[in-house]
Nanobody, 126 residues
Framework: QVQLVESGGGVVQAGGSLRLSCAAS????????MGWFRQAPGKEREFVAA????????YYADSVKGRFTVSRDNAKNTMYLQMNSLKPEDTAVYYC???????????????????WGRGTQVTVSS
């Protein structure tokens, strides 16, 4: 079992930046592939970014590529999402997710992940 807690959400103007954190407790964090997803009101949960267990590989949704950066610090049991050049359409609840995985695996589909945080709200005003 691993418990995930997101933080860092808030209200920001368009063009601004936020950094989200996902703190993990429980089993060895470095054995988990991690992902970020988001869900806007009335929409389905969508993939944002993923990172493999060592942090050597990342993958992004086209909508955030070049603006968002996912990273992790295994010594601190924490994953991050640096969000720059935010747009109103980035407004959503952001969730982190985890799954035990082999070295290079990452997931882009929500059902692939076994553990989820409760989310943090990001609101981008125009």
């Amino acid at each position: 079992q691993v418990q995930l807690v997101e933080s860092g959400g808030g209200v920001v103007q368009a063009g601004g930046s936020l950094r989200l954190s996902c703190a993990a407790s429980g089993r060895i964090f470095s054995s988990y592939a991690m992902g970020w997803f988001r869900q806007a009101p009335g929409k389905e949960r969508e993939f944002v970014a993923a990172i493999n267990r060592s942090g050597s590989s990342t993958y992004y949704a086209d909508s955030v590529k070049g603006r968002f950066t996912v990273s992790r610090d295994n010594a601190k049991n924490t994953m991050y999402l640096q969000m720059n050049s935010l747009k109103p359409e980035d407004t959503a609840v952001y969730y982190c997710a985890a799954r035990q995985a082999t070295a290079q695996r990452m997931g882009v589909d929500a059902p692939w992940y076994d553990y989820w945080g409760r989310g943090t709200q990001v609101t981008v005003s125009s």
